[in-house]
């Protein structure tokens, strides 16, 4: 079975500063996607970056980027410059490239990040 | 464009008593997924369903949950003799006909407490 692991419950960083999530998985699958989410207090879940593992070339979303090592299943989250609004719980996920069974997202637990001002 | 909206946001039920937890997929969505987040975890998969069809439930607990989502109206997890431990926020999200190679559009949960 898939596993999403992300070994930093809690981040901080100063504002205009940068950060880097970790985020590890498991998979014997050659082809899926990978996905941070961002879960501000309002719980809503909201997607910041998507990457499909065949592609080499990591994934870029304005001052979000992501550092792609398939080879090590590693799947880490850069915030550049970072902001006040990007605090929140921040959780990796693995989707497989398949449809209909098994079309679900694993999880990781999460990490709480905080932005000092 | 409505995204998905689910209803109430919070439920207080007493032990015992059921739980009805209501989700509205986006206008054009006919794939529904819930899942379930535990205190201090990540979401975790419940079930997938298309309308008038569960397609994957291997996630939901065997006994005293069920989901449907019928041709008309919204999709619905319910929850008989709830317990202390389905304390939970639940999460519904939906995607176009197409699998869902995206992310999904997530609602922004139910947060249900078990007195």
């Known amino acids: 079975a898939q596993t999403v692991t992300q070994s930093q419950p809690e981040m901080s960083v100063q504002e205009a500063e940068t950060v880097t999530l970790s985020c590890t998985y498991d998979?014997?699958?050659?082809?899926?996607?990978l996905f941070w989410y961002k879960q501000p207090p309002s719980r809503q879940m909201i997607l910041v970056i998507r990457?499909?593992?065949?592609?080499?070339q990591n994934a870029t979303e304005n001052r979000f980027s992501v550092n792609f090592q398939k080879a090590a299943k590693s799947f880490s989250l850069k915030i550049s410059d970072s902001q006040l609004g990007d605090a929140a719980m921040y959780f990796c996920a693995y989707r497989t490239y398949t449809s209909g069974t098994g079309n679900q997202f694993y999880f990781g637990t999460g990490t709480s990040l905080t932005v000092i001002p | 464009n409505a995204g998905v909206m689910q209803n109430p946001r919070h439920l207080v039920r007493r032990r015992g008593q059921e739980a009805r937890l209501r989700c509205s997929p986006m206008?054009?969505?006919?794939?529904v997924y819930w899942y379930r987040q535990l205190p201090e975890e990540g979401l975790k998969f419940m079930v997938y369903?298309?309308?008038?069809?569960?397609?994957?439930e291997s996630g939901m607990p065997k006994e005293r949950f069920s989901a449907e989502f019928p041709k008309e109206g919204p999709s619905i997890l319910r929850i008989q003799q709830v317990v202390r431990g389905d304390s939970a926020a639940y999460f519904c999200a939906s995607s176009p006909t197409a699998p869902a190679h995206y992310g999904y559009t997530f609602g922004s949960g139910t947060r249900l407490t078990v007195v």
């Open positions: 369903l298309q309308k008038e069809n569960i397609i994957d």
């Open positions: 990457q499909e593992a065949y592609k080499q």
């Open positions: 998979t014997s699958e050659s082809d899926y996607y």
């Open positions: 206008k054009g969505h006919s794939h």
